[in-house]
C-alpha cells in the first residue's frame, strides 16, 4: 500500500489499522531492530532471574525483596508492549497493527510506566524508614503492609489509565489517515494521528506527567536526602559504608528512569524543539534503559541476590560435570 493510498478520510469507527512509520527514515533498519531485540531479551531475562531468586527463596521474601520482585514484573511489562511492535516493525518487517492492540499496548505501556514510577515510590519509603528507624522497621514495613502498598500503587496506575482513556475517547476520534509516525503506540501518538487539535487531549495527561515527576520524583529526593543525612551521622564508618552500599542500587535506578523524562521536559522549557527522530530516539532510551538497567543493579550489587545467584550456577556447573564423568 502506497503512501498516498493511506492518506484517505477515515473515522474513529472505522479505523481498522494503525501504519506505523517511525522508522522508515532510517537507513540500517535491521541493526536497529536486532539491538532492540537484544536488549528486550536482556530485559526479560535479567528481570526473570530476579523474579525467580525471590520467589525461590524464602530468606528473600522480606519487604525490599518483594518490592524488587515488583519492579521486576512492572519492567517486563513496560518494555513488552513497545519491544514487541518495535521488532515486528524492524525485522519482520510489519508496519501495520490492529487499532485494538494498538490501544490495549498503549495501555500497557503506561500503566507500566505509572506503577513504575509508584514502585520506585515505594522502594525509597522502604530504605528511608530501613536506614532512619532500623530498629522499628520489620515492625513498621510487613510483608503483609508491602502487599498491600503494591496492589494499591497497580490500583492507582489502572484508574489513572482509566481516566486518560475516558478523557481521550479513542473510538470517537476522527482519523483523517490511520498512519502513527512514532516507533510504537503511546498516547500522544494516538493523539496526534487523528484529526484534532491536540491540546486539549494533553490537558490531563500533563496533570498526571506532573504529578509524577513534580511530586513523586521530590518525594524520592527528599527521602534520599534523609538517608544521606542520617548515614552522615552514624558513628560507625562501617555502617556507613554499607548503608551507601545499600542506596546506591536504588539510585542508579531512579536516575535512569527520570533522567530521560527530565532531559525531555527541561529541553522544551528552554526551546530546543526535538525533530522527529530525536524525539524517537530519546523515547526508545526511556522505554529500555531502565528496564535494562534495574536487574542487572538489584542482581550484582545486592549481597543476598549475587550470593544465590552464584550457587545456582555452581549447582548447575557440578551437575553438569558430573553427567560429563557419566558419560
Known amino acids: 500500500m502506497s503512501f498516498s493510498e493511506l492518506l484517505v478520510n477515515f473515522t474513529g469507527k472505522n479505523v481498522e489499522e494503525f501504519t506505523i ?3 522508515d527514515h532510517l537507513s540500517h533498519q535491521k541493526l536497529l531492530g536486532f539491538l532492540i531485540f537484544i536488549t528486550y531479551f536482556l530485559v526479560l531475562l535479567g ?5 525467580c531468586i525471590i520467589a525461590t527463596d524464602r530468606r528473600l521474601h522480606t519487604p525490599m525483596y518483594l518490592l524488587i520482585c515488583n519492579l521486576a514484573v512492572v519492567d517486563i511489562m513496560f518494555t513488552t508492549s513497545p519491544s514487541t511492535t518495535m521488532i515486528s516493525v524492524l525485522l519482520a518487517e510489519v508496519k501495520t497493527i490492529s ?9 500497557i505501556y503506561h500503566l507500566g510506566d505509572i506503577t513504575g514510577c509508584l514502585a520506585l515510590s515505594l522502594m525509597a519509603l522502604d530504605r528511608t524508614i530501613a536506614i532512619s528507624t532500623p530498629l522499628r522497621y520489620h515492625s513498621i514495613l510487613t510483608n503483609p503492609r508491602i502487599f498491600v502498598l503494591i496492589i494499591a ?6 484508574m489513572c489509565l482509566g481516566f486518560e482513556l475516558a478523557w481521550a475517547d479513542f473510538d470517537s476520534l476522527p482519523y483523517c489517515q490511520p498512519i502513527i509516525r512514532y516507533v510504537f503506540c503511546d498516547y500522544p501518538a494516538l493523539i ?3 484529526c484534532v487539535n491536540p491540546e486539549p487531549y494533553f490537558l490531563f495527561p500533563t496533570i498526571l506527567s506532573l504529578w509524577l515527576l513534580a511530586g513523586q520524583f521530590p518525594l524520592i529526593l527528599l527521602s534520599y536526602v534523609k538517608i544521606i543525612y542520617t548515614l552522615l551521622r552514624l558513628p560507625n564508618s562501617e555502617s556507613r559504608a554499607q548503608g551507601f552500599n545499600t542506596c546506591i542500587c536504588h539510585i542508579i535506578v531512579v536516575s535512569c528512569f527520570f533522567a530521560p523524562k527530565l532531559v525531555s521536559v527541561l529541553l522544551t522549557r528552554i526551546g530546543v524543539r526535538l525533530n522527529l527522530t530525536e524525539r524517537n530516539a530519546l523515547l526508545i532510551i526511556a522505554t529500555l534503559l531502565p528496564s535494562l538497567i534495574n536487574p542487572t543493579v538489584y542482581c550484582l550489587k545486592t549481597k543476598e541476590m549475587r550470593k544465590r545467584l552464584v550457587q545456582i550456577l555452581s549447582r548447575k556447573k557440578i551437575t553438569v560435570s558430573r553427567k560429563c564423568q557419566k558419560g
Open 47 to 51: 528481570s526473570g532471574i530476579n523474579i
Open 153 to 158: 500503587s497497580w490500583f492507582i496506575g489502572i
Open 21 to 23: 512509520t517511525g522508522f
Open 99 to 107: 487499532y485494538y492492540s494498538c490501544i490495549s499496548r498503549m495501555y
Open 192 to 194: 496526534r494521528a487523528a
